[in-house]
């Protein structure tokens, strides 16, 4: 089954699919000898923003895990900038690594260096910039995030929503060619929410750079995307652009985004025989 | 499987046998870690700032403990050595005593101890911290490789620390003794440091101390950056990862300690 007859809505990839910046050909993701995802086909062209939804461990973030090269993928190919990443050898990976920008789901700023630092960072392993030009482009990403005044704060005395909007300035300061971004609005006030969405567009537009939206906010990032696809139950459940899920009847989709408790999604975590082994164990021993 | 396979993998001899696997993969893995490690240090040459970093934290911070401790050994050693001296009317040969005793044993071996309870489990904490806070995951991504970025200027920063504190303790140690034989018990300070002068030889006893510290300095920042790289990523197995570093880094110590007396001083 091709992947516009499974998802109806894919009809906005682009036309020549080796300028994508990251490409899934029906891809199978696990770990071990659990399959987390099966069937993901996804492209992401340079300028575009594209959310990937799902609900929690859907897995999402193992597909960012797959577009890195820290996960390789069971079946499918997963290419970024035209190259095989199964294939590539570990100099190529880097190559490959240092035209991306990553921001973690917790952030994963580095403990022992100060705001101005983690986001010099990149700046100093990746580049011969010197210390002049260091301090301008840190601090103009800083200044980005609402930041700059804080740049000689050390990591444990920022919040942290603060420190996810300086692993922002982090991901961004290379000025990548593919970002993702791993719930790039976890943990930030509603001010901060939409600048940061705001950012995210507006690095797409400027720099043409690729972004990819892992994220769980529907409201953000339907207002910036310009594809989403949603993940769930082992699968790639629905793809296309906001409006075209908005006006979805699927029920997947539809519960998803109306935030409702019933349907094909159950809330509870499904009953195994371990666990109802555990809970005879539990009952066994009342006192 | 059998019922049998299931006795015989539950058996003295079976946990034996895993035990023995089990150690001996794990030297591989450490042996190998080694390896890869020396194969990046280049980048110590390249980037000497991250290095002089790392003997600033690692051996700065080392330094008061190191320096306390030198002096109370050296006020033991000077009492110990008096009383027992006295017996055979050689209380002159305290310096000697005291100097023999510092550099060719007591300086490298307890700074080494002090070492990996104080800049050992700080480096194993501070590595599975990293890890359990995906920051060496973040530095793979972007393209930096964390052995070289992070472990190489630390293994280094240990390997150079180590020499220079075991140095300081055993100086310290010294006029430790001088306080308590020559000030305060009055043991003539001409016959103390003349004994000393006389008695130790540079190759023999100075450089054979330097040896042992810099190997014992390789071994317990090694123990640390390995149990902080294999520690599971949870505070529990931080934890752990931060104790197997004082004990088998102490260990360790003890054993190389006995292997390189036997081989430097032995005939």
Request: aromatic share 8%.
């Amino acid at each position: 089954m091709s992947p516009s007859t499974a998802f109806p809505f894919m009809h906005d990839v682009p036309a020549n699919q080796s300028d994508a910046a990251l490409q899934f050909d029906d891809v199978s993701l696990g770990y071990g000898e659990f399959t987390v995802l099966s069937g993901i086909t996804m492209t992401v062209a340079p300028g575009q923003v594209v959310a990937v939804m799902g609900g929690s461990g859907s897995g999402k973030t193992t597909m960012l895990r797959a577009a890195t090269g820290q996960l390789i993928a069971r079946s499918g190919t997963v290419r970024a900038f035209g190259q095989n990443i199964a294939q590539a050898t570990p100099a190529q990976l880097q190559t490959l690594r240092k035209r991306m920008g990553v921001l973690f789901q917790q952030g994963a700023l580095f403990t022992d260096l100060n705001v101005f630092e983690n986001v010099a960072f990149p700046l100093r392993e990746h580049t011969t910039l010197d210390e002049a030009e260091i301090v301008s482009r840190v601090l103009d990403k800083l200044q980005a995030v609402g930041l700059r005044a804080a740049a000689h704060l050390r990591v444990a005395e920022i919040s942290g929503g603060m420190a996810r909007r300086v692993a922002l300035a982090r991901a961004v300061v290379l000025e990548p060619e593919l970002i993702l971004y791993d719930e790039p609005f976890a943990g930030l006030d509603p001010i901060s929410m939409g600048i940061t969405a705001r950012l995210i567009r507006d690095l797409a537009d400027r720099l043409k750079c690729a972004s990819v939206l892992i994220t769980h906010d529907v409201q953000e990032s339907f207002s910036i995307a310009d594809q989403v696809y949603l993940v769930g139950q082992g699968r790639q459940a629905a793809a296309g652009t906001p409006e075209q899920l908005n006006a979805s009847q699927d029920p997947y989709v539809r519960q998803f985004l109306d935030g409702a408790p019933d349907g094909p999604v159950a809330f509870h975590y499904p009953e195994t025989p371990a666990f109802a082994r555990w809970l005879a164990r539990q009952e066994g021993t009342k006192p | 499987m059998t019922d049998s396979s299931k006795t015989l993998r539950r058996g003295p001899i079976s946990r034996l046998g895993g035990w023995v696997r089990g150690t001996i993969g794990g030297l591989g893995f450490f042996t190998r870690f080694f390896l890869a490690l020396l194969g990046r240090s280049g980048t110590a040459l390249r980037r000497p700032r991250l290095v002089s970093q790392q003997i600033h934290f690692i051996g700065n911070y080392s330094l008061l403990i190191i320096a306390v401790s030198g002096m109370f050994v050296g006020f033991v050693l000077g009492l110990q050595g008096y009383y027992t001296l006295r017996r055979y009317g050689s209380e002159e040969s305290l310096g000697l005593l005291v100097a023999l005793s510092l550099v060719r044993e007591l300086g490298p071996v307890v700074t080494a101890l002090l070492f990996a309870g104080r800049a050992g489990t700080s480096l194993t904490a501070e590595i599975g911290l990293m890890k359990a806070g995906e920051q060496l995951s973040a530095m793979e991504v972007m393209a930096v490789d964390p052995m070289r970025r992070v472990l190489v200027p630390r293994l280094w920063g240990g390997i150079i620390a180590m020499p220079v504190l075991a140095a300081v303790f055993s100086m310290v140690g010294i006029m430790g003794g001088w306080v308590v034989g020559v000030v305060l018990i009055g043991v003539d300070a001409g016959a103390f440091w003349s004994q000393m002068q006389g008695g130790v030889d540079v190759w023999s006893d100075v450089a054979n101390g330097v040896v042992k510290s810099v190997v014992f300095g390789i071994t317990v920042t090694l123990v640390a950056l390995y149990e902080g790289w294999q520690a599971r990523p949870t505070p529990e197995g931080v934890a752990r990862a931060t104790t197997r570093t004082v004990v088998v880094g102490s260990l360790a110590v003890l054993a190389l300690d006995f292997l390189l007396t036997a081989l430097m001083f032995g005939n």
